[in-house]
């Protein structure tokens, strides 16, 4: 099993940044694919951004494209989510989920959450006009 912790979400100023964080336990998620997810009130969650095993490939959501960059250090089991100039509609509960074993494959296959069997619990993200 993996349990998945973010952490890093917080209250921002428009136009202001943040970093997630995702720690992994359990076992090594160096051979799984991660994503980020997000969920604003009475809205569904959505893709936000994913990231290969070896974080050579990544693949965004277009409404994020050019804004957040993610990563991830495998020494460390931990995922990164970059938000730059954050705006009022990027406020969601933000979740780090990890994909099962997906070596060689490429982000871009990852972006539908029933791909994602672990979950973390998320953190809040609200953007402030």
């Known amino acids: 099993q993996v349990q998945l912790v973010e952490s890093g979400g917080g209250l921002v100023q428009a136009g202001g940044s943040l970093r997630l964080s995702c720690a992994a336990s359990?076992?090594?998620?160096?051979?799984?694919?991660m994503g980020w997810f997000r969920q604003a009130p009475g809205k569904e969650r959505e893709f936000v951004a994913a990231?290969?095993?070896?974080?050579?490939?990544?693949t965004y959501a277009d409404s994020v494209k050019g804004r957040f960059t993610i990563s991830r250090d495998n020494a460390k089991n931990t995922v990164f989510l970059q938000m730059n100039s954050l705006k009022p509609e990027d406020t969601a509960v933000y979740f780090c989920?990890?994909?099962?074993?997906?070596?060689?494959?490429?982000?871009?296959?990852?972006?539908?959450?029933?791909?994602?069997?672990?979950w973390g619990q998320g953190t809040q993200v609200t953007v402030s006009s």
């Open positions: 990231i290969s095993w070896n974080g050579e490939s990544t």
């Open positions: 989920a990890a994909t099962g074993y997906t070596p060689f494959a490429s982000a871009s296959y990852f972006t539908s959450s029933i791909q994602y069997p672990y």
């Open positions: 359990g076992r090594t998620v160096s051979n799984h694919a």
